[in-house]
């Protein structure tokens, strides 16, 4: 059985910064592209960042591109995600997720080519 389990969320100020963290056990993590969504109240799961098996490919959504880093670590069963310059509209659930293909070449943004999700943590930007 895969399990993710995130960390690293909190109440930031806007302009802050997070580093959330995902750890993968129960598969090979190392041959899975890993992805990052995000869920506001009564808003859909919104794609936010992902990063290749290998990780030398990234994608970000436009509302973060140039403020979030996605990254992993394949020998710590771990991905990343750095989050600078957090902005109010940045608020919601980020949950890490591991893609249903071994080896995909690409990245994707759709949560349908994701098999298995985290729980979350909450990210809350207010002053």
């Known amino acids: 059985q895969v399990q993710l389990v995130e960390s690293g969320g909190g109440l930031v100020q806007p302009g802050g910064s997070l580093r959330l963290s995902c750890v993968a056990s129960?598969?090979?993590?190392?041959?899975?592209?890993m992805g990052w969504f995000r869920q506001a109240p009564g808003k859909e799961r919104e794609f936010v960042a992902a990063?290749?098996?290998?990780?030398?490919?990234?994608y970000y959504a436009d509302s973060v591109q140039g403020r979030f880093t996605i990254s992993r670590d394949n020998a710590k069963n771990t991905v990343y995600l750095q989050m600078n310059n957090l902005k109010p509209e940045d608020t919601a659930v980020y949950s890490c997720?591991?893609?249903?293909?071994?080896?995909?070449?690409?990245?994707?943004?759709?949560?349908?080519?994701?098999?298995?999700w985290g729980q979350g943590t909450q990210v809350t930007v207010s002053s």
């Open positions: 997720a591991t893609d249903r293909t071994w080896r995909r070449d690409f990245t994707s943004p759709r949560p349908s080519d994701y098999s298995y």
């Open positions: 990063i290749t098996w290998r990780g030398d490919n990234t």
């Open positions: 129960g598969r090979t993590f190392s041959t899975y592209n």
